[in-house]
């Protein structure tokens, strides 16, 4: 199966909420269509917008289909234009083009519950297989199983480790993993970090703690700080966001489980009223369930719609 095929498979329950209505011809009630967007969780201010925007595309004579592709681009992606969508030469399998990484260090962050230390595995897996010496940092030592976890998939994926004692210093882990990168040359190192409810104002303070720290070992990184979101939370995974971009600063977005659920409609308020990138998504279990986000290929996924695949 084909990347985008995976990702129409994985986008499945959220494109049967949002079409659920939608005649054979692909026409929809305006109200049917801002219910259904407001139920993918897209928010109800962006769900009116979309609409909005969709009644100004059909006037200029597209389908009701070409016309919901397009205000839904606009909205995760406002720069880009509907020209780049028809293109005929656009290629919507991203999966081979790397998803850049500024510096040398990313931090990843989240609440618990949210497979951090798994994604970060699958990110390693993907570097790697992209020509890059990757090393880990387990950074969750309030987690014991964390450690273990992120140790057995180094020793897998051939990736170095560093560790510390259970219940340690996190920073202490995050400096040393810092150093050990830059003294042996590797291209990245992800640290992980315990999970951590937003609203508690101690654990976020540390979380700012771990990151200073990383600067002393390795001034200027971490340059990269990334959350991974559980799509099922839908709303409170935005609230979730909000929160550690005004701790940490992100600078990128992972959503995973969009496979088992219908709130895939969160990536529109995450693109939009946040502005922070989405790096990637995930659609599965597997390694290759987790891939670059590209918005023109995550629409035409939604609205099962075809896509030109890389020859």
Partial sequence: MSWFDRLKDGLSKTRTVITRDAAANWEMDWDDLEFALIGSDTGAKIAAEVVAETKKERERGTTFKEALETALMRQLEPDRTRQILRNVGFNLDVSRNMVAVKGKVVMVVGVNGVGKTTTIAKLGQYYQGHGKRVMFAAGDTFRAAATAQLELWGD????????????GDPGAVAFDGAQSRKARGYDLLFVDTAGRLHTKHNLMEELKKVKRVIDKADPGEPKETWLVLDAVTGQNGLEQARKFHEAVD?????????????KGGILLPIARE??????FIGVGEKAEDLQPYDAAAYVKALLDMPARQAA
Avoid at 156 to 167: H, K, S, V
């Fill in 156 to 167: 897998r994926l051939n990736i170095p480790t560093i560790t510390g004692p259970d219940g």
């Fill in 250 to 262: 992100l600078t990128g977005v992972i959503v995973t489980k969009l496979d088992g659920t219908a």
């Fill in 274 to 279: 946040l502005g922070i990138p989405i790096k």
